[in-house]
């Protein structure tokens, strides 16, 4: 444990060690974090997640793979990673977001199945084929590797103004508001947080 978690462990106060089947689990807690690992459990169904979520409860994703499958991932909205057993049907769904906030990396020798969110977990665990998860893609594992699409862009321009992207962006910015109701913004020269602070004053937030 000491040799797979030698970086990991820095980033906690705390390592919570748990095992699903013949599956081991670890993560590092910190009650300094306010996005801390969360595991979920029923019957044959475990769910090892960390990040936030803008549509969905933790709490509600066992019954949305329950109904959905695999493609559930299809449905969440957030900043995630997240690793779904299913014992049952002897497969392994991980994925982070869209856009990769949350990284994840996955190794598969022969019959070895390693996954974490950073690669110096699997080499200290001896793996050797390490991929590193891909946007917009999310891992289904069994006696293979399949990858799968989460969202279908379409890559045509055809815009001829910008009200669609400030619709998206104060939408984005209202999520992430909504999920902590106080945000703290560290000013940069930089145009992501101007535009952010420009929608706190459209909005009079403070």
Request: proline share 2%; with cysteine; hydrophobic share 35%.
């Amino acid at each position: 444990l000491d040799t797979v978690n030698f970086y990991g462990k820095h980033y906690g106060q705390k390592v919570i060690t748990t095992t699903f089947d013949k599956y081991n689990i670890l993560y590092n807690y910190s009650k300094y974090c306010e996005e801390a690992p969360g595991v979920l459990t029923e019957e044959d169904l475990m769910l090892v997640y960390i990040g936030r979520f803008f549509n969905n409860k933790s709490g509600d994703l066992l019954n949305l793979y329950k109904s959905k499958g695999p493609d559930f991932i299809k449905e969440i909205d957030g900043e995630f990673s997240l690793t779904m057993l299913d014992i049952n049907k002897k497969i392994i769904v991980c994925s982070s977001d869209t856009f990769f906030c949350r990284p994840l990396f996955v190794a598969k020798d022969n019959h070895d199945i390693g996954i974490a969110s950073l690669e110096s977990f699997l080499k200290q665990h001896n793996f050797k084929n390490i991929l590193k998860k891909q946007k917009n893609v999310f891992y289904t594992i069994s006696d293979k590797i399949q990858l799968k699409t989460i969202t279908e862009f379409e890559n045509i321009e055809k815009k001829d103004s910008f009200e669609d992207w400030n619709y998206a962006f104060e939408k984005a910015v209202d999520k992430r508001i909504a999920a902590k109701p106080s945000p703290l913004i560290c000013m940069s020269e930089g145009n992501d947080s101007g535009s952010i602070s420009c929608y706190f004053n459209k909005h009079n937030i403070k």
